[in-house]
C-alpha cells in the first residue's frame, strides 16, 4: 500500500518561498503509470488543485498559480517537492500531496500539513 | 474553471438513514465525477470514481449516480464510520475542481 506523507516548515513570512516535500513510501515514485500531485484547502474552505508532476517531470499548474509554482521529484529519494514563491497571507492553508492515475482521480493522499504565512 | 457545487453544506441524520448528496457542475463534464471521503487526521480516500464506480474495499452501502452536470452520492444505510466530510471533484479536463464540501453529522 502506498503512503504520502508531506514534510516542511509550519510558519513563511509573507514574500518568501513554501517549500514542502512529499515522500512516497510502499511505491516507487518513477514506477510509470501515475502523477504525483499537490492540493491545498484553505482553512474553512474548499479544495484547489494546485498541480502535478509526472514521472517523466512533465508538469501541469493551476494557470492562476503557474506563475508562483514549481513541482519536483527526487527519484533517488522517492520524493515530491512544492515550491511556492511570493507568498501572502492568501496562501495559509492545509497542503496535501496526492497519486493521481493519470486520469485526474486521486487515489492515495497524505494527510496533510498546515501551512501559516505570517510574520 | 469548471464550477462544483455541492449540497447540502452540512446534513444531520441518524444511523441507518439513507441520504443523498448531490453535486453540480457549470458544464458537461460526461461521468468524469469522483467522490471522496474526509475524516479529521485521516488521508481522504476515494469512494467512487467515474460518477458510479464504487473503489475497491468500499462498502456497497455507497452508490453513486449521474452524468453531464448532475451528479449524486447516496449513503443507503448510514453506519457510525460514515459521518465525516464528503467531497466531489470533476476529472473532466485540468484544473480540477472540488464541490465545496458536505459534512455529514450524527442527529
Known amino acids: 500500500q502506498v503512503q504520502l506523507q508531506e514534510s516542511g516548515p509550519g510558519l513563511v513570512k509573507p514574500s518568501q518561498t513554501l517549500s514542502l516535500t512529499c515522500t512516497v513510501s510502499?511505491?516507487?515514485?518513477?514506477?510509470?503509470?501515475?502523477?504525483w500531485s499537490w492540493i491545498r484547502q484553505h482553512p474553512g474552505k474548499g479544495l484547489e488543485w494546485i498541480g502535478y508532476i509526472s514521472d517523466s517531470g512533465r508538469t501541469k499548474y493551476k494557470p492562476s498559480l503557474k506563475s508562483r509554482v514549481t513541482i519536483s521529484t527526487d527519484a533517488s529519494k522517492s520524493q515530491f517537492s512544492l515550491r511556492l514563491r511570493a507568498v501572502t497571507a492568501a496562501d495559509t492553508a492545509f497542503y496535501y500531496c496526492?497519486?493521481?492515475?493519470?486520469?485526474?482521480?486521486?487515489?492515495?493522499w497524505g494527510q496533510g500539513t498546515l501551512v501559516v504565512v505570517s510574520s | 474553471d469548471i464550477q462544483m457545487t455541492q449540497s447540502p453544506s452540512s446534513l444531520s441524520a441518524s444511523i441507518g438513514d439513507r441520504v443523498t448528496i448531490t453535486c453540480r457542475a457549470n458544464e458537461t463534464i460526461r461521468k468524469y465525477l469522483n467522490w471522496y471521503q474526509w475524516k479529521p487526521g485521516k488521508a481522504p480516500k476515494v469512494l467512487i470514481s467515474s460518477a458510479s464506480n464504487l473503489r475497491s474495499g468500499v462498502p456497497s452501502r455507497f452508490s453513486g449516480s449521474g452524468s453531464g452536470t448532475d451528479f449524486s452520492l447516496t449513503i443507503s444505510s448510514l453506519q457510525p464510520e460514515d459521518f465525516a466530510t464528503y467531497y466531489c471533484q470533476h476529472m473532466f479536463i485540468a484544473p480540477y475542481t472540488f464541490g465545496q464540501g458536505t459534512k455529514l453529522e450524527i442527529k
Open positions: 496526492a497519486r493521481d492515475d493519470t486520469t485526474g482521480l486521486f487515489d492515495n
Open positions: 510502499g511505491g516507487s515514485i518513477n514506477s510509470g503509470g501515475y502523477y
